[in-house]
C-alpha cells in the first residue's frame, strides 16, 4: 500500500495559510533587483555571500514571525569603505531576526531601525525600519539575506528562490505577495509520510490476522519527495518480543521481493540521520548518522522513529520498514546533542499516532491505534503531531481534541491539515485552527481509504501534552 505526499508550504497564494517567507515590503508592492543575480552578491574585497539587493527607499516589513536578534548602527562613509574593503561587509544600520524555524534573516543599509532586541515581530505586518544608503552604499537599497546561523558570513548564507518566478534576477521586480520565498540550502526538512508498525502482535501467528494485516500491522511504507531541501518520513513503532527490532531500508522490486523473500534492497543505500524517541519523551533521545538499509534495536513499548535524508534526493525514495531478528552490524556515527533536541523540521516533532483498522474483532477490541490514539503536544514548543487514519464504515469520522479521549478542551492551534496518501498537497485549515474539531472522509465511495492528518501546535496550547483523536460516525 502506498503513501506519497510533498509538504507544499510554499507557493500557497495566502498570507493565512502559507507558512513560509515573502519579499521584505508591503504586500502587493512590487521593487527592483539591483543587485542578486543568482542570488548572489558581491561586496567588493569581502567575498561574496547569497543575498539580494532591492532598490529603493522603502518600508522594510518582516517576511515572516519571529524575534528581532540583533541590530547594529554605523556611521561609516562610503569613502572609507572603498579605502578599506576589507570592511565593506560589515558595515551600515542593520539588524538580524530569529525565525521559528531556525533561519535568520539578515536587513542592511537602513536609514532608521524601528524595533528593538527582543521584539516579536508578524509577517507582514511589523516594519522592521527604512532601506536607505548607510555604511558602504552607493544608493538607497535594501541588502536582505538569509542565514543559517546568527551570523551573515559567506559560509552562513543560504540561497533562495522565489517560488512562482526562481531565482532572483538583477532588473527583475517582484510582488511580495505573489512571490513566495523558497530557501534552498537551508537544514530544514520537509515533512512527507508515515508509516505505522502497531500490531507486531500479529507476527508469526500463521493467523488470518496476520494475513490481513500486514501494512500498518507490522510492516509498512513511506516516501521520500525529491525537494530541494532534505526529507522527512516518520514511523510508529510498537515494540514487542515478537518484533525486536526494526530494519528500514528502500524497497525492493517486486521480483526481487518474490526472488529473495526480503521487501528491503540492500542495494540500494542511502545516507540518512535515524531518530528515535520513546511515545511519552518530549525530545528526541537518540540519533545517529547511518546508511540504509539499518536495523533499530528494540526498546519496549511504544516509539517514534524519524528518518532525514542527510541531504535533498533526486528522485523519490520508497522507504520501507518491518519487523525483523537480523542485525546488520554496521557502526553509527552519533550526533550531536544539540541535534538530538532539535529535528530538522520547521516545528517540533511531538509524535505520531495511528488508527488502522480491520475486519477481524480479536484486535478490533483493542482501542489505542484502533479506533482512538494519542499524540504528544509539546505545550512549551511549537510543535507538529501526525495521525494517521484508516476510515472504515464505523469510523468515517474522526475528533480531534485537545487532552484526553472523553475530556476533550478548547484549543487554539496553529493549523490543522489533512492529506491522503496517494495525494500530494496537503489541504489546510480543516479545523479553522480551533480543537476539537470533526475531519470527515472526502471519499463516498464506501472503501477505506488513508489519510496523514498534521496538527500543528501554539505553544503552551494544549492540556496535558496531548491530542486525541477518536473514530465517530
Not at 505526499?5 to 508592492?29: K, W
Amino acid at each position: 500500500m502506498k503513501k506519497i505526499g510533498i509538504l507544499f508550504i510554499f507557493g500557497i497564494n495566502s498570507l493565512i495559510a502559507y507558512d513560509g517567507f515573502y519579499a521584505p515590503y508591503e504586500e502587493g508592492t512590487s521593487h527592483r533587483v539591483s543587485q542578486g543575480y543568482n542570488g548572489i552578491v558581491s561586496h567588493y574585497g569581502a567575498g561574496l555571500a547569497y543575498a539580494i539587493d532591492f532598490a529603493g527607499n522603502f518600508d522594510v516589513y518582516a517576511p515572516k514571525d519571529g524575534v528581532v536578534a540583533k541590530i547594529g548602527k554605523d556611521s561609516t562613509k562610503i569613502k572609507y569603505c572603498r579605502d578599506n574593503p576589507q570592511y565593506w561587509h560589515g558595515s551600515a544600520n542593520y539588524l538580524a531576526i530569529k525565525h521559528d524555524d531556525g533561519v535568520y534573516t539578515y536587513y542592511y543599509h537602513l536609514d532608521s531601525i524601528n524595533v528593538n532586541i527582543g521584539d516579536k515581530v508578524v509577517r507582514g505586518k511589523t516594519v522592521l525600519g527604512i532601506s536607505g544608503n548607510t555604511g558602504c552604499s552607493t544608493s538607497n537599497h535594501l541588502h536582505f539575506q538569509f542565514a543559517k546561523k546568527a551570523s551573515m558570513s559567506r559560509s552562513n548564507s543560504l540561497k533562495i528562490s522565489f517560488d512562482d518566478i526562481g531565482i532572483p534576477e538583477k532588473g527583475k521586480y517582484y510582488k511580495s505577495k505573489n512571490s513566495p520565498i523558497v530557501v534552498l540550502n537551508s537544514n530544514l526538512s520537509i515533512v512527507d509520510g508515515a508509516g505505522s508498525l502497531i500490531r507486531t502482535e500479529l507476527l508469526g501467528t500463521g493467523t488470518e490476522d496476520e494475513k490481513n494485516c500486514q501494512w500498518g500491522c507490522y510492516r509498512d511504507e513511506a516516501d521520500m519527495q525529491s525537494h530541494t531541501r532534505p526529507s522527512t518520513v516518520s514511523f510508529q513503532w510498537k515494540a514487542t518480543n515478537s518484533c525486536k527490532k526494526l530494519k528500514i531500508g528502500i524497497l525492493a522490486s517486486e521480483a526481487y521481493r518474490k526472488k529473495y523473500n526480503t521487501w528491503i534492497n540492500p542495494h540500494s543505500p542511502l545516507k540518512v540521520k535515524i531518530y528515535r524517541k520513546k511515545w511519552s519523551d518530549d525530545v528526541v533521545t537518540e540519533a545517529f548518522k547511518t546508511t540504509l538499509p539499518k536495523t533499530v534495536d528494540y526498546v519496549s513499548g511504544w516509539n517514534n522513529i524519524i528518518i532525514t535524508s542527510q541531504e535533498p534526493l533526486s528522485k523519490v525514495q520508497e522507504i520501507i520498514a518491518e519487523c525483523t531478528e537480523n542485525d546488520d552490524g554496521k557502526d553509527v556515527t552519533m550526533l550531536d546533542d544539540e541535534t538530538l533536541i532539535d529535528l530538522p523540521l520547521n516545528y517540533k516533532y511531538g509524535g505520531q499516532s495511528s488508527i488502522i483498522r480491520g475486519s477481524n474483532s480479536t484486535y478490533n477490541d483493542q482501542k489505542d491505534g484502533i479506533y482512538q490514539d494519542m499524540a504528544i503536544g509539546l505545550s512549551d514548543n511549537k510543535a507538529m503531531t501526525l495521525f494517521q487514519w484508516q476510515t472504515s464504515s464505523n469510523c468515517n469520522s474522526l475528533l480531534l481534541k485537545s487532552g484526553t479521549y472523553t475530556d476533550g478542551y478548547s484549543a487554539t492551534l496553529n493549523g490543522v491539515s489533512m492529506k491522503g496518501w496517494a495525494e500530494k498537497n496537503w489541504a489546510d485549515n480543516k479545523c479553522n485552527k480551533k480543537l476539537p474539531c470533526t475531519l470527515k472522509n472526502s471519499s463516498t465511495d464506501g472503501k477505506s481509504h488513508f489519510y496523514i492528518i498534521k496538527v500543528k501546535t501554539n505553544a503552551n496550547a494544549l492540556d496535558g501534552n496531548r491530542i486525541s483523536a477518536v473514530c465517530t460516525q
